[in-house]
Nanobody
Framework: QLQASGGGLVQAGGSLRLSCAASGYTFSNYAMGWLRQAPGKERELVATISWRPATYVADSVKGRFIISRDNAKNRVYLQMNSLKPEDTAVYYC????????????????????WGQGTLVTVSS
């Protein structure tokens, strides 16, 4: 089970920290990702962190967003800084389908389990 939280309304330039609590499996064995879907747009990967852990962030958020994980707390985080109106979307945390993945999970199809999503709205 994945439970995302931390979304809300923020002004452009502001910050938010998303958190995702995982349960029901060995958290440290799996890559975790944050993906988002804006109205009328396809879902896209924002950032991913592997079990090693190695990280990847999309070019659109590079330098502004940071993904991290705390295996002791079974949580993954997305620190979002310098938010822009175009960051407005529903953000989902997701777990990779395969444990001990050899590559970073950069594709939507890499993820087998999804949280319920948390809405982030950035006003201009």
């Amino acid at each position: 089970q994945l439970q995302a939280s931390g979304g809300g309304l923020v002004q452009a330039g502001g910050s938010l920290r998303l958190s995702c609590a995982a349960s029901g499996y060995t958290f440290s064995n799996y890559a975790m990702g944050w993906l988002r879907q804006a109205p009328g747009k396809e879902r896209e990967l924002v950032a991913t962190i592997s079990w090693r852990p190695a990280t990847y962030v999309a070019d659109s958020v590079k330098g502004r967003f940071i993904i991290s994980r705390d295996n002791a707390k079974n949580r993954v985080y997305l620190q979002m800084n310098s938010l822009k109106p175009e960051d407005t979307a529903v953000y989902y945390c997701a777990r990779e389908g395969q444990a001990w993945g050899s590559d970073l999970a950069k594709n939507d199809v890499d993820y087998a389990y999804w949280g319920q999503g948390t809405l982030v709205t950035v006003s201009s």
